[in-house]
């Protein structure tokens, strides 16, 4: 987990106050004598991400931070937060999909959908629907530490009913205490206008922070922060999915990525081909392929007299280390062009900063490179395609970590790892890109002979009409809205003319009759 260093912190201030902070907690229960669950103290001796979590939300402030930490940890042990699983779950909760995860907003982080309508206030369910809460955070920060969460507040066909103001408290008592750093946007779907005194009632429990990280949005602007494909039907996006259970929805989360262990990733695992690659000359095309954010770049090989396309990045991450494009996804498809993707990192700061790129499906994958060190200012490609005949898939997942460093250590590919080895995860910066597959997507780069071809001539073109129709039935339903509001504004100008033609032939009568009003 990387985190965000305050000005006036060096790396190694920020490891004392992780350490002081740890034997300040100690001090509260020398023996840990049931005031906190053994795993928690486990984590809280070795995790230091656990810890400088806590202290950022408290502006490394120690003695701030060992109050939280302290709170935190006996909640967790009061409620038992580590014992509660699936099976010990009202299944009434689990089988509405009142929560759920699906999907990632524009700045890479997952979306926590809330639907305001399945849920009812009730003070005998308030305690299980506490405990439903907390298992879904806690299978998130277990599947993705150190990821952030945009909950998304659905408050669509709901009412004064559904809204249960003492499970909110919880909820933001939870990123506030409970989850520290957690949370990047609260976003606010449709608020109806009845329930505005709820919600200025729980803005006020809200820190700054908080307050800064909370968006009310409707149809028209929640594209803003989540692209089309990842917004439902209701929302005018383009995604179909529909919560059922049993079993839950899996397909957000990916295998998690370590430093080794079958099935997840290590540095030996990141694999490079043999042959280096030839020197290119790139004559960048400006079409772009509306579901993916590269557009493609025909690269010209000496020797070579097939164009080769890779795709090339045109959204961006800012991180404290490195800018990354792109900054959310590697888009590849089934074409020639389409298995190869390019990651350029550029060095922000003015140290040299060590990088490495790893994945989460090791054999299907070559990057190159897979590490290096940038010079201040300086830039770097890094190449990832498929091998052989593998296949992307939307489990596969990348990380690209990064870590400044000094000169004397920059050696050869043994120092570096070793470097790797040795270093904290305190002062790693850490950033995931997903894996997004295109199907049934013609490349930009072939000219179609037949502009009246069959679209639906094969899967491809199966697809191609699938997305079509979503498109004209989103673009359907906002011009739906429209004309909504248009006869709603026009309702609202027939009444007000109504009222001043009477108004105006009251007055026209009194002074035919030479009567005064007063």
């Known amino acids: 987990m990387a985190f965000e260093l305050n000005p006036s912190e060096t790396p190694e201030s920020l490891q004392n106050k992780i350490e002081e902070t740890r034997e300040r907690v100690r001090s509260y229960d020398p023996e840990y004598l049931g005031r906190y669950q053994p795993v928690d103290v486990q984590r809280l001796w070795e995790d ?4 400088a979590s806590y202290l950022e939300a408290k502006r490394h402030v120690v003695a701030d931070t060992v ?55 009730d003070s005998r369910t308030l305690q299980e629907k506490k405990r439903y809460l907390a298992f879904w955070l806690e299978r998130f920060v277990r599947h993705e530490p150190g990821a952030l969460l945009t909950t998304v507040f659905d408050m669509s066909e709901s009412g004064l009913g559904n809204v249960d103001m003492e499970f909110l408290r919880f909820l933001i008592t939870c990123f506030q205490v409970y989850y520290p750093r957690l949370l990047a946007k609260i976003l606010i779907f449709e608020l109806p206008w009845i329930m505005n005194a709820a919600w200025k009632i729980v803005k006020s429990w809200l820190g700054p922070d908080a307050i800064d990280k909370l968006k009310f949005v409707t149809r028209h602007d929640v594209q803003t922060y989540i692209e089309l494909e990842q917004l439902p039907l209701h929302m005018g996006g383009m995604d179909v999915f529909e919560y059922s259970y049993p079993p839950l929805p899996e397909d957000d989360f990916q295998p998690p990525l370590s430093e080794s262990g079958q099935g997840e990733v290590g540095d030996a695992e990141v694999k490079e081909t043999d042959d280096p690659e030839p020197r290119l000359r790139k004559l960048c095309r400006h ?77 299907n994958y070559r990057v190159k490179p897979s590490s290096g060190v940038l010079d201040p200012g300086s830039s770097v490609e890094i190449m990832v395609s498929l091998h052989g005949g593998s296949q992307a898939s939307p489990q596969d997942r990348f990380l690209v970590m990064a870590t400044e460093m000094e000169k004397a250590v920059a050696g050869d590919n043994q120092d570096l790892a070793q470097f790797w080895k040795d270093i904290p995860k305190t002062k790693v910066m850490e950033h995931r890109l997903q894996c997004k597959v295109l199907q049934g997507v013609k490349p930009a780069h072939i000219q179609t002979t037949n502009p009246h ?11 191609d009409t699938h997305t079509m129709l979503l498109k004209l039935l989103a673009g359907s339903r906002r011009l739906e809205q429209k004309l909504d509001h248009c006869l709603w504004t026009e309702n609202v100008l027939i009444v007000m003319v109504t009222l001043l033609t ?17």
């Open 48 to 51: 230091d991400g656990f810890v």
């Open 67 to 121: 109050k939280m930490i302290d709170e935190s940890l006996q909640w967790r042990n009061d409620f038992s937060v580590n014992d509660i699983t699936e099976d010990n779950l009202q299944k009434s909760f689990l089988e509405a999909g009142m929560h759920y995860f699906r999907g990632y907003d524009k700045d890479g982080n997952k979306l926590f959908w809330f639907r305001l309508k399945l849920q009812a206030k």
């Open 287 to 363: 079409e772009c392929v509306s579901v993916c954010p590269y557009p493609p770049c025909v690269e010209e090989g000496d020797g070579d007299s097939r164009a080769r396309v890779t795709r090339r990045p045109t959204t961006t991450f800012t991180g404290s280390l490195l800018r990354l494009s792109p900054g959310r996804e590697l888009c590849f498809g089934q074409s020639e062009g389409d298995r190869r993707c390019v990651i350029l990192l550029e060095n922000i700061p003015k140290n040299l900063v060590a990088y490495k790129v790893r994945t989460t499906a090791p054999d």
């Open 502 to 518: 009477a108004i105006l032939s009251c007055c026209l009568y009194t002074q035919h009759t030479g009567l005064g009003l007063f």
């Open 453 to 463: 071809a069959d679209l639906t001539n094969g899967a491809g073109g199966q697809q």
